[in-house]
C-alpha cells in the first residue's frame, strides 16, 4: 500500500500523462476562480489609487494611504466601526449558546410528533429573504403590533422599535436569533446524535437524572463541535449582516445601526467615492482575518480542536 | 432501555417547545392574517379582520410581481444548472488522490472562503466586463459556491475508484465516467447544491439592485422589496380607486409576501431533509 503511493507520487511529478482531461475539466472554474475573485483581490489595490472608470484598476493614479488617513480622520468610520463590534458581539453572546440549548432540549422532547415539528418550523425562517422578514417584523414591531400591545397590556409606554436607536439594537439581535437558532441547531444535534448511547446507560445505572446526564455526557460530547463553531462564530464577529441591516434600518437608527458594510455601500455604490469604500472595505477584511486565524490560534492552544 | 415514564422535566421542557413553537409562527401567521384583512388588523389575535380576498385581487394584477417572478425563475434555473456543471468538473478531478497541482489549486479554491476583493472590486469587475443590466451579472459572480465545491469533493472522495476501474479499461473518457456513472450514484448530493443554489437565486436581490436597471428583468425579490421595505405605493401597482379603497398599503404588502414567499414554503417541507443532509455532510471535518 504504501509502496504504491509513493510510486504514484514519483510518477505524477514527472509528467501529466493520463491526467490531461481531468486538468481539462478544471478550466472553467478556474477562469472562473480568477475572473470572480483574484480579479478583484488584484483590484483591492484602488485603496491606494484615486479610482475611475476611465482609468481602470491600472490606471488610475497612486494616491498611497490617503484614504486611510481620511478614514481614520472621519467620526463617522468611528461609529460604524463601533455598531459592527457592538451588534457582533451581542448576537454572539445571545445567538451563540440557544442554538446549543435549543438542540439538547429538542433531543430530549420525547413526543416525535412535536419534535418533527418544531425542528421544521424552526429551520423555515433560514429559507425566507431578510426582504420577506422586513415585511414581517416592520408589523411584529410597529407602534400598534403585537409587541407592543403586549408592552400595553402590561401597562409599559410602547417603545417606536424602528426608529429609536437603542431599541433597534433589540430589534436587530433577536430577529437574528429568531431567523438562525433552528438553522443553527442541526449541526449541534447531528452531533448529538453521534453520542454513543452506552455512556447514557451507564450514567443511568450510576443513578445520574436527566440534567446531570445533558450536564454530564451530553455538553461535554458536544466540546468538539462546539469550539469550531465558536471559531467562526467569533471571526464573524466584524462580518455585519449586510442583508438584514440595509432592510429593517434607515436613517433614524444610523447611530447604532449603520456598519461596516451598509456604509461601504453607501459610500461606494450611492456617492462613487470607490477608493475610500474599498479602503474602509479592505481594513475589515483584514481584520476578520485576523479574527479567524486568532480565534482558531485560541482554541488549538486550549485543546486539540482547530479548524485547520 | 431508556426508562418511558413522562416526568416534571418533560412538561417543563414540552412548554418550551410549543412555546418557541408560538415564537416561531406568529409572525408568519400574521401575516398570513393581515393579508387577508380588510381594516387595520389591531391586537394579538391572529384572526383576519373583515375578512376579504380584495388584497389578492389587488396583489395578482399587479404585472410587475408577475414580472419578477418569471425572471426569478429564469435565474434560478439558469443559475442551477450552469452551476452544478461548473461544480461538478471542479469537484470530480479535485477528489481524485493523484491529481497533479491538487494541493495548489484546492488552496486557490479554498482561499476565497478567508479572503476577497470586497464589494467595490467586485462591482468594478462586472461593470468593466459590460455586464450592467445583463442577466448574467446575476449568474456568473456567484457561479461556483466554494463551500459546496468542497461539500461535493468530499462526497467524491467516498466513492471507490473500483466503480470507475471497468469503464476506463473499456477507454471511456473522464468525462463519460463523470456523466455516466458518478453522476448518478452521487444524486443525494446533488441534489442538495441544487437546492442550495435554487434557494440562494430564489432569495437574491442586492445582485439586481446594483446591477439590473430594465424593470423587464427585475426579479422577484427587488420588486417585493420596493413594495415591502421601500413602500413605494407605484410599486405596489395601486391605482386612484384602489388607493381608496385600500385604507392601509400594509395589507397590500402582507399580500405580496404571501404570495412570493408561498412556492418557498410549500416545497419546502418536503425538500428539508436535503439541506439538513447538506449542512451535515458540510459540517464534517475534512
Known sequence: ?308 | MHVRKIGLFDIINTAIMLGILIIMLYPMLNVLSVSFSGVTKLGLGLLPQSFTLKNYQIVFNNKALWIGFSNTLVRVGLGVFSTLIITLLMAYPLSKKALPFKKVITFFVVFTMFFNGGLIPNYIVVRSLGLIDSRLALILPRLVDTFALIVMRNFLMTIPDSLEEAAKIDGASYFTILFKIIVPISIPIIATVVLWTAVWHWNSWFDAMIYIQSQSKQVLQLILRRIVIEGTASAMSLSMDDANTVANPDMIKATTIIVSTLPIVCSYPFLQKYFVKGIIVGSVKE
Do not use: C
Not at chain 1, 514519483?10 to 481539462?24: P, T, W
Not at chain 1, 490617503?66 to 463617522?76: E, G, I, K, V
Not at chain 1, 485576523?290 to 479548524?307: C, D, H, L, P, Q
Open chain 1, 1 to 308: 500500500m504504501k509502496q504504491t503511493l509513493l510510486h504514484t507520487k514519483k510518477l505524477h511529478y514527472k509528467s501529466l500523462k493520463g491526467y490531461e482531461q481531468l486538468l481539462l475539466m478544471l478550466v472553467p472554474g478556474i477562469l472562473y476562480y480568477i475572473i470572480f475573485h483574484y480579479v478583484p483581490i488584484y483590484g483591492i489595490i484602488i485603496a491606494f489609487k484615486n479610482f475611475s472608470f476611465r482609468r481602470g484598476f491600472l490606471g488610475s493614479p497612486w494616491v498611497g494611504l490617503a484614504h486611510f488617513r481620511l478614514m481614520f480622520d472621519n467620526p463617522s468610520f468611528y461609529e460604524v466601526f463601533g455598531n459592527t463590534l457592538v451588534l457582533g458581539l451581542l448576537k454572539l453572546v445571545i445567538g451563540f449558546p440557544i442554538p446549543i440549548l435549543f438542540a439538547i432540549l429538542i433531543n430530549e422532547i420525547r413526543f416525535t410528533k412535536i419534535k418533527k415539528t418544531v425542528q421544521t418550523v424552526s429551520y423555515l425562517p433560514h429559507f425566507l429573504s431578510w426582504i420577506v422578514l422586513g415585511g414581517m417584523f416592520f408589523q411584529i414591531f410597529s407602534i400598534y403590533g403585537p409587541i407592543n400591545e403586549i408592552i400595553r397590556f402590561f401597562g409599559g409606554e410602547p417603545i417606536r422599535f424602528m426608529t429609536e436607536p437603542k431599541p433597534f439594537r433589540i430589534v436587530l439581535v433577536s430577529t437574528y436569533v429568531w431567523k438562525s437558532m433552528g438553522w443553527n441547531s442541526i449541526v449541534y444535534l447531528a452531533a448529538i446524535t453521534g453520542i454513543s448511547p452506552e455512556l447514557y446507560e451507564a450514567a443511568m445505572i450510576d443513578g445520574a437524572n436527566r440534567f446531570q446526564r445533558m450536564w454530564r455526557i451530553t455538553l461535554p460530547s458536544l466540546t468538539p463541535v462546539i469550539t469550531v463553531m465558536l471559531i467562526l462564530a467569533a471571526g464573524q464577529i466584524i462580518k455585519d449582516d449586510f442583508d438584514q441591516i440595509f432592510n429593517l434600518y434607515n436613517p433614524a437608527v444610523y447611530e447604532t445601526a449603520d456598519v461596516i458594510s451598509t456604509y461601504v455601500y453607501r459610500q461606494g455604490l450611492e456617492m462613487m467615492n470607490y477608493s475610500y469604500a474599498a479602503a474602509v472595505d479592505l481594513f475589515k477584511n483584514i481584520i476578520a482575518l485576523v479574527f479567524v486565524f486568532g480565534t482558531n490560534r485560541v482554541a488549538k492552544s486550549m485543546n486539540e480542536y482547530g479548524i485547520w
